[in-house]
């Protein structure tokens, strides 16, 4: 009769023991990364995919913006959209975006910077604001894309401040790949 008492005690224990290590792992399943990270990692174009070509109009004229000749800072933003005005500021003389080729996209196309920054721009307004947010996977504003002298996204994400752009520094150039070459043709020289 004095095993019973143990037994029971033993599997209550186990249970108590087995709900919360239940608890933990429901916890940690349903964890939630915060919303910058999601917008960062989960949003935006994949890392290595190509730039596509945004419908704009420049002043009177319609033109497609595109990627792939030179190293680019890309920017999505909104009129009246003060953390927009933040990072057009920030990237203009940060050193991860100084040789940069910056190009900001908006619903008006106009920069509300001083002049000496605003020279650094290229600025466009939107052909179709939902298309370009759509192609490119940008739900919010300020967005910004660094996009390799091939074309492709070598990083993306929020930022507003100098800080913010610092991580920038640190992301390696792109490789030449040798497949990319032409081969090279061989002959052989008579002696």
């Known amino acids: 009769m004095g095993w019973t008492a143990n037994v029971v005690a033993l599997l209550a224990f186990c249970v108590v023991i087995g709900a919360l290590a239940l608890a933990m792992l429901w916890r940690v399943v349903n964890w939630e990364k915060p919303r910058a990270a999601r917008l960062i990692e989960d949003e935006g174009l994949p890392?290595?995919?190509?730039?596509?070509p945004i419908a704009a109009h420049a002043e009177d004229y319609e033109l497609d913006v595109t990627f792939g000749d030179s190293p680019a800072f890309l920017v999505f933003g909104t009129s009246d959209c003060k953390p927009c005005g933040e990072l057009l500021h920030a990237a203009s003389r940060h050193p991860a975006t100084?040789?940069?080729?910056?190009?900001?996209?908006?619903?008006?196309?106009?920069l509300d910077l001083d002049t000496d920054y605003a020279?650094?721009?290229?600025?466009?307004?939107?052909?179709?604001?939902?298309?370009?947010?759509?192609?490119?996977?940008?739900?919010?504003s300020p967005y910004f894309y660094l996009l390799d002298e091939f074309g492709r996204v070598a990083a993306k994400g929020l930022a507003n401040r100098p800080g913010h752009l610092?991580?920038?520094?640190?992301?390696?150039p792109t490789p030449v790949r040798i497949t990319t070459?032409?081969?090279m043709a061989t002959r052989r020289l008579a002696a």
Not at 98 to 110: A, F, I, M, P, Q
Not at 119 to 140: F, K, L
Not at 166 to 172: A, N, V
Request: proline letters at 4%; a positive charge; charged letters at 30%.
């Open 47 to 52: 890392i290595g995919s190509f730039a596509k």
């Open 119 to 140: 020279m650094a721009w290229e600025s466009y307004r939107y052909d179709s604001e939902q298309i370009a947010r759509s192609t490119w996977r940008t739900p919010v």
């Open 166 to 172: 610092d991580r920038l520094l640190e992301i390696p």
């Open 181 to 183: 070459l032409a081969r």
């Open 98 to 110: 100084r040789n940069l080729r910056k190009v900001y996209v908006s619903d008006t196309g106009e």
